[in-house]
């Protein structure tokens, strides 16, 4: 064994260009390329790009403005739509500051009709998302609003988005998906090659990573390292840790579950959450003419505003099994009724397959790091 | 074997001597300090007995002290630790509802005191035993006269669970001239309605045993059984059940 962690210095390397994002965007913002913010899964990075605009994730994290959004938003309101507000309200975001245009979408209730106060800031479109990804109807109104989207864009813009450049884009993403899928794919071995804090922070930094044609590779090399270094006999988690698959909201101001998971000595090993396997999972079809590939990709997204969510479901089920896990954590945010009220079917999905669940309710406070602590180190007692 | 089990909660940290059987225990405010508390009670625990620390074989500590207190073989959660605890003082029991100082929680058990899910309130101290101890302050009870108002007497519905708004409602109430017991049976019978709708949610299986400071007030015992249809047990060491369990797993490791 090497006296120095290969895997270590691997991680150091990614931890210390974790801020790059915000350059990259300072820099093309000021070079006059268009920056996109998005909030959402469902807005088709594809689609921006193709546009010559630069898709920026503003999903928020942190807890600090969230007292600022709530001098217009109501208190009991999920965190995740509070401090995205904010961040916007108080300039802090970076990426919202150079933001020429935003997509929102109208998933959750609390989101669509925060969208119409930030419109107050910045020019924002609005995809109207159908309320269930079956049958003809949802389907081609979902296409209509791509059609939408693509206008728009090109307005703003000044650009013609053709077929063509569209197919490019959704080959160079499907190349990051397929990069992704194996660094995911790290935490089906037994033990996992990483730990569940690591596998998030890589994906982090891939998702604040605009230059994906410079990623790919990238990630794909670091992925072969960090496997070889894994077959060399390194490892970072013990053989007894057991396996947990985080699903439900947005884990990106919550990533303090992801710690007392593995401060309690269990490791994750695959989250079932935006950002995670729920889109990057999944391709979008390249044999297809691209808008309806698109079409078809986004609208199966399984999101809880979805009505039946059974992609999730089919889903849950069958990472349940080829991960391997022992025990199923669902994270709620706070006043999040979609997730809350799945979480009932999420349950039956999870116990059927005679393994443990457990839903805990957070936000982006500090205030429950205690009792979080208490709960899922008695559910891991329990395994 | 001896071992000890030590249970740093919010406000009292418990320990019990164990060797196969409860030898002695004993309680202790905790204080600003968890670890401390945590030190104080194995002492008095050893003086106690005329016994030197290297004659204890192993101890186990739970609470939410229990990451503070260094001087253990294991930290084990108070969820794990009750559950065993209270399988130990009744092995009939299915179902334990905890009601403490600051929490409350229910916990499904297995034959052999091995927790099948559990449950536990969120932040605040709606249903817990501060809640009671705020009203019975704002009715002037001693706390063990309000927790024995007659459960058959005349009452008045308390509808907020909310500590505050719970408090000016009982003001509004005493101020119409409504009696001091109506009112206390109210406000236990929230607290019962409360509890079982945390154990309908989990699913009650008999035998139900009620742990925690709060399961000394006898008349929500009876409310309890009123609403749940069924018997709660309690027992008069029910608030030792964590530091025992912990014990009884220190003498399993
Ligand atoms: S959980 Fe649903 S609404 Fe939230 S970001 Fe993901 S897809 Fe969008
Ligand atoms: S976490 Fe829930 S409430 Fe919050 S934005 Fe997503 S769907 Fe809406």
Redesign the pocket.
Known sequence: MKSVSRIDELLADVEAHLKDGVLQVKEASEKGRPIVGTYCTFAPWELITAAGAIPATLCARGEDPITAAEEHLPRNL?P??KSSYGYALTDKCPYFHFCDMVIAES??D??KKMYELMSRMKPLHLMMLPQTAEGDVARSAWRSELDRLKARLEDAFSVTIDDEAISKRIALRNRERMALNSLWELSRLDPPAITGREQFLISEYCEFHFHKEELVPWLGNLVYQIREAYDQGERRVGKDAPRILITG??LGGAQKVIHAIEDAGAVVVCYENCGGVKELGFLVDEDRPPMEALTDKYLNVG???MTPNTSRMDNLKNLIESYNVDGVVEVV?Q?????AVETYEVRELVRSTGRPYMSVETDYSKSDIGQLATRIGAFLEML | MLTIGVDIGSVGTKAVLFDGDIVDRHLEPTGWNPSEAGHRAMESLLKRNSLSPGRIDRVVSTGYGRKSFVEVDKAVTEITCHARGAHFMDPEIRTVLDIGGQDSKVILLDDQGRVLDFMMNDKCAAGTGRFLQVMATLLEYPIEEFGAVDPDGEMQKISSMCTVFAESEVVSHLAKGISKNAVALGLLESVAVRASSMLGRMGVKPVVGFTGGVSRCPSLVSLLEGQLNCDVRTYGDSHYAGALGSALIASEL
Do not use: F, Q, R, W
Request: glycine share 6%; net charge positive; with cysteine.
């Open positions: 999920c995740l739509i998933t959750c609390g989101k909201c947005p999101c809880s505003v945010l006043a999040c009724h979609t997730y």
